[in-house]
């Protein structure tokens, strides 16, 4: 769960590296989605982890957040790269959910379990962003302008 930390921090730090590459495009709506999507999410995320570890008198451990990108080639290669990330960040959850359930830790199970259903959500929200940005007929600026993060 530190290293799930770590993996949401970075998270964050990711789509703040997207929103920083958007705005030098003048790409608000994307700027301002991949900005919400930090601080409502992922740094949430994050503090999930750090509250269940304090609160079962873990230790937190703070890791190191490696350096990200905020230069990307166009939309079409930050919308894949948003959503093989959020898959990645799935594979990291199913992962700690099959050492709780090892474990027999249900508490840490239950706590998993919510993430599950995040992360559906999670991968739903950038392949519907993806599948926006194609019906548009990649019209970047009426996709953009019409961008809405839920919440
Ligand atoms: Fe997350
Ligand atoms: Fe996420």
């Not at 359930?101 to 919510?114: G, P």
């Amino acid at each position: 769960m530190n290293e799930q930390i770590v993996e949401e921090l970075r998270s964050a730090y990711i789509y703040l590296g997207m929103a920083a590459w958007a705005d030098t495009q003048g790409l608000k709506g994307l700027a301002a989605f991949m900005r919400t999507h930090a601080e409502e999410e992922e740094y949430k995320h994050a503090m999930k982890f750090f509250d269940y570890i304090l609160e079962a008198g873990g230790k937190a451990e703070l890791g190191t957040i490696e350096k990200v990108s905020t230069d990307y080639q166009d939309v079409e290669q930050v919308l894949k790269e948003a959503i093989a990330h959020e898959e990645h960040i799935t594979s990291k959850i199913k992962g700690l959910m099959d050492l709780a359930q090892r474990l027999n830790d249900y508490n840490a199970y239950d706590m998993l379990n919510w993430f599950t259903q995040e992360q559906i959500e999670e991968e739903n929200l950038f392949t519907d962003l993806y599948d926006a940005y194609k019906l548009s007929g990649k019209n970047i600026l009426v996709w953009d302008r019409n961008i809405k993060h839920p919440e």
